[in-house]
């Protein structure tokens, strides 16, 4: 708020927004060195900064815990809400009808998202908010110093807490029941990957999940557990290249790509969503596909990142409310509060 | 026959929950008013769908007295499981009526039995489809009463016009079993007991409405913009109350909303989404009950802190746990007043009759967003699911206040330097933006951690104390916007009475009877909201002795003045009790009494 903002004028690289990178950027992280959820942020910065977003057209979220702290690390020139412990959908559900021309970017953990907010998770995602949700996994609750997560795979083994008895929570599986419209998962290990889904999140219209393994260097990065560095780049399986290709931009296909190795998800802004297939085809607007390549890589062992399913043409939630244009929170008094003469009318409708 | 008692007695149907009663009930009620009678009918009914007993009583008082009474002249028994108890609640000499395919014996000789063969009656009338013949036969007690009691059938016929929304076919469906049950009466019973209904003209210029309906139409006459609500009884028809006014009263000239009523997953998230649309600059709110309100408590807590707000209506229903869900109470009051870990305070709004219901619905807007706070209404279930007349509502008579909000011209003008949480103007309450403004600076990042006056995050002792000084600053500051306390006095008062909510009617009844049939004299402070305005202690100290009256077990009330005044606490007597039914004036004096004695 008092921070001196830059002049009009000076020599620096700026995008189409006017904006120059630094303008993206928050304050010092105050997270462990090495944290996945530090090149997550820097990730967002770089997208918000490649999509020209305006930070003052962005509300950030976030619930309790690590990765709930992050959105004071990008977009300062964001409103932002650190809220309650697995609520934040609640909270961002009411605050994105303030202006719903505004485009929530919210940040929870898995402990946020699949322990205590699960409820409040999975009614975001078939409300389809319009928002990107994303979830900084990493198995464990770091703040209160090393506890599972429902996302810690069974026989994990903490230095406190022994063997993980339990189940883990799939988040995209979770979210693919839920009717959520765009749902991927990435490796915070993969940071191209990670910025060209959020790229595409972006321009997602309603909500858009990223689960994001990123692992916590301090409590949860034994080689051997599913949410640590060393597991990720030796299990990750990337569904397709990603590359996110900007309405105004013309397509251009590298030589190599054949056909049936390409394929595109055109958005309802124009932009276009290029997948290079890898192993196989993949096709990423099929729901009943979705569920069954998560569970396969399940079975497989494998880490496997990429879009795993899009919808980009459903209504999202301020669709459903047939609201006037001017966004709410600054209609005037006249055109909320009912005109004198209906008092008359209202108490005939009594008895 | 004894001396004819005309228009000052009460009347109670028993029948069983869901069986079609409640049009029959409230058919009887309105009739009643629009004969110019004071009126009021209290609905005690179970937690069920279909087949509990259920109770509807209605008392007339050519006095104005709209308070429930215990004592039951005219009663009309329904429902078999409910016979024994029915017939025993009668008083001596009161008058009996029962459906006589109900096989069970007459207990009592001192009381007038009527019996009313239901189902003949009913098949006197070839129009009805068989299908239809026990619901319509509720209609006939309203026909066999409306002749014995003399109820005006023009009248009836304007109330179920009313209840029908005018669709010819119930109405007559209805009215003519009315009044062939009307005809049968006359032709078969003979009047031996001595209640008498006669028109009056005391219910002039006066509507019937609930408060839940009061409730959500003043919020919508207050800017509502965003509700989040979670259905529960008895808080579910305000939030449907808001469904049905809305688009009658806040769409623009192209059809388009300027509102949003999202139903939440729960309550934490109904609260949730409105501190969200609250921060976000919109006129936010959420309708609950206990158990509501505990889902609640976290976002209450972080909207105080925040300083975000938001408007909470509790109905208020008899707690702990899941409690009687149908019984009405004034049991949330410790709780709302201390919601939420650690330190803090509670803004509440106490509407004491139907009509406060709609002006609380607007003003509590006003408040919230000038003190930036969640602003609590305790109604509780008397009000909002039972019809009281009352005066109609009132257009607002004050512009919407707005509060210290920041826009970009506002910004530009302070080139950009503002703080959040500054104490700016001396009086607590710091400037706010919301999402939306385009301004570079109007950014901020909002937290329930710790933080400074620029919202910066902060573990710092005296930013911590500041802020929580700060913010009691405020709550003091709060108190100037706040509805004050409505006192009477009558010359002599020997003590005084201090009261909130439904138990109103009752109170100023107990009142007249306590000088009249007890010689004390009382005065009277309504209390209409916490935290406590300077009146509420000038009262306390002008009397050497003040009844809290209220209901609940604990004396809620009570004890949140002792805490607040506790030089005078000496002063202050608890006369509260809690069972679950709308306070009655004999029950209030008795209680009072009680204590007076000791």
Redesign the interface.
Known sequence: MTETLPMAGTNIQVNLAGLAKADYRGLPSTLCQGCGHNSIANQIIAAAYEMNVVPENVIKFSGIGCSSKSPTYFLSRSFGFNSLHGRMPSLATGALFGDVSLRGIGVSGDGDTASIGMGQFKHIMRRNANMVYIIENNGVYGLTKGQFSATAEVGLNLKHQGLNPYMPVDICMEAIASNATFVSRSFAGNAKQVKELLKAAIAHQGIAILDIISPCVTFNNDENAYHSYAWGKDHEVPLHEISFVPARDEIMLEKEMEAGEVREVTMHDGSVIILKNTEKDYDPTNRAQALQILEEARQNNQLLTGLIYVDDNKPILSDQYNLIHKPLNRLSEQEMRPAPETINKINEMMF | MTQRIVNDFSITVGTANGSGSQTSNVTIL?AL?KMGIPVSGKNLFPSNIQGLPTWYTIRLSKDGFIARRDEQEVVVAMNPNSFERDLASVVPGGAFYYDDSIKKPITREDVVVYAMPVKEIVKRDPNIPSNLRDLVGNMVYVGVLAHMLGIDVEKIGQ?LN?HFKGKQKPIDLNFNVINVSAEWARDNLEKKDPYFIEPMDKTEGL???DGN?AAA?GS????V??A?WYPITPASSLAEGLLD?LPL??K?ED??????V?Q???E?????????????????MTSTSGPGLSLMT??AG?AYYAEIPVVIWDVVRIGPSTGLPTRTSQGDLSFTANIGHGDGESIILLPGSVNECFEFG?RAFDIAERVQAPVFVLSDLDFGMN?WMTE?????DA??D?GKVLWEEDLKELN?????YLDKDGDGIPYR?????????????????GHDA??R?TEDAAPWEANMARLKKKYESAKQYLPKPVVNTVKGAKAGIIAFGSTNAAVEEARILLANEKGLKTDYLRLRSLPFTDEVAAFVKAHDKTYVVEMNRDGQLYRQLIIAMPELATRLISAAYSDGLPASARRVMKEILAKEEK
């Open positions: 309105r008013f109330a009313f509507i019937m409405a309906t139409v919508i006459y207050g800017g913009q965003f989040a006014y009263l806040r623009t059809g388009k909303n300027t509102y949003a999202v939440a997953e729960d934490l998230a109904a609260l949730g989404m409105a501190v969200g649309a609250g921060w976000s600059g919109l006129r936010a976290e976002f972080l607007w019809q109609p509502f009132k257009y607002p512009p919407m707005r950009g330097q503002w703080g959040r933006t919301v999402p939306g403004n385009r301004h570079p600076a109007s950014a901020y990042f909002t937290r329930g951690t620029y919202a995050y």
